[in-house]
T-cell receptor, first 113, second 114 residues
Framework: QQQVKQSPQSLIVQKGGISIINCAYE??????FPWYQQFPGKGPALLIA?????SEKKEGRFTISFNKSAKQFSLHIMDSQPGDSATYFC????????????FGTGTRLTIIP | DAGVTQSPTHLIKTRGQQVTLRCSPK?????VSWYQQALGQGPQFIFQ???????QRGNFPDRFSGHQFPNYSSELNVNALLLGDSALYLC?????????????FGEGSRLTVL
């Protein structure tokens, strides 16, 4: 019940296209859903996060869509750029001081010219 | 403003040995969490320290232990190393009084067990 399932495992998108990564969770106690971006040799960096009281959050070219009833959330990267090539992890946690994050397995995104 | 710093960056050990990894949290942060990231996988939560006490623990054996010091820095110790302990060990810090989940990660310590 603690799992977060992420797909696809890898994704190739042309420059300027839209990259979409999906995640699903089972534990309804999760109420914080961040996305992390990780470049080779680096630690994960917080990209954008959402709480279940909203269905969408946008920051620049990055948008999280959240479907509470389906227990799914997704990351959309608009106008994808070669610099976006990285591994993306969705994650989930419970609030009230609990920072334990449960991560998905990651999506390796490659943006081609 | 220094972020989360970890040392060493790389190390090689043999089976049965012990290892200590170190972490200094981001300035202003008081909580340190440790994660294990196997190759091609997402980070897995090991444990979290706050006020020098272990507050939460993931599904890791007692061979994994830790400590937090009064200056909020932390150590991760792994005893009786196994081949399967080879991974990137990530330290993440946060401030307990702020929004949950906003962790700042270090670049990790890459442990190879031979």
């Amino acid at each position: 019940q603690q799992q977060v399932k992420q797909s696809p495992q890898s994704l190739i998108v042309q420059k300027g296209g839209i990259s979409i990564i999906n995640c699903a969770y089972e534990n309804t106690a999760f109420d914080y859903f961040p996305w992390y971006q990780q470049f080779p040799g680096k630690g994960p960096a917080l990209l954008i996060a959402i709480r279940p009281d909203v269905s969408e959050k946008k920051e620049g070219r990055f948008t999280i869509s959240f479907n509470k009833s389906a227990k799914q959330f997704s990351l959309h990267i608009m106008d994808s750029q070669p610099g976006d090539s990285a591994t993306y992890f969705c994650a989930a946690s419970m609030s009230k001081g609990n920072e334990k994050l449960t991560f998905g397995t990651g999506t390796r995104l490659t943006i081609i010219p | 403003d220094a972020g989360v710093t970890q040392s060493p960056t790389h190390l090689i050990k043999t089976r049965g040995q012990q290892v200590t990894l170190r972490c200094s949290p981001k300035s202003g942060h008081d909580t340190v969490s440790w994660y294990q990231q196997a190759l091609g996988q997402g980070p897995q939560f090991i444990f979290q320290y706050y006020e020098e006490e272990e507050r939460q623990r993931g599904n890791f054996p007692d061979r994994f232990s830790g400590h937090q010091f009064p200056n909020y820095s932390s150590e991760l110790n792994v005893n009786a190393l196994l081949l399967g302990d080879s991974a990137l060990y990530l330290c993440a810090s946060s401030f307990r009084g702020v929004n949950t989940g906003e962790l700042f990660f270090g670049e990790g310590s890459r442990l190879t067990v031979l």
